[in-house]
């Protein structure tokens, strides 16, 4: 019904970039919100990020002024760009839809994150 295909993850340094991205397809509403979720092992699920149709955005405490969450209706795709990367960033990062009258989610199968010290 709903798919979902992350991209950009990979390795880097203490204090590098990456930019994540997901592209959803199916049968997607006007009115949906997309966003991020992270999970390090022996760490709970957490949201890192979300974005609305409509521009409203929520970010984590821990990624404040760091992260920056955007997304374009016309794809359908959400962007995650994360900069001054830490190693407690390493996670898989699941990228997330919730969509229609009973708010339903989707999931893509996630992108590694890795930052180095």
């Known amino acids: 019904q709903v798919q979902l295909v992350e991209s950009g993850g990979g390795l880097v340094q203490a204090g590098g970039s990456l930019r994540l991205s997901c592209a959803a397809s199916?049968?997607?509403?006007?009115?949906?919100?997309m966003g991020w979720y992270r999970q390090a092992p022996g760490k709970q699920r957490e949201l890192v990020a979300s974005?609305?149709?409509?521009?409203?955005?929520n970010l984590a405490d821990s990624v404040k002024g760091r992260f920056t969450i955007s997304r374009d209706n016309a794809k359908n795709t959400v962007y995650l760009q994360m900069n001054s990367l830490k190693p407690e960033d390493t996670a898989v990062y699941y990228c997330?839809?919730?969509?229609?009258?009973?708010?339903?989610?989707?999931w893509g199968q996630g992108t590694q994150v890795t930052v180095s010290s």
């Open positions: 997330n839809l919730v969509r229609g009258a009973m708010y339903r989610s989707y």
């Open positions: 974005i609305r149709t409509d521009g409203y955005t």
């Open positions: 199916g049968m997607i509403s006007n009115s949906n919100t």
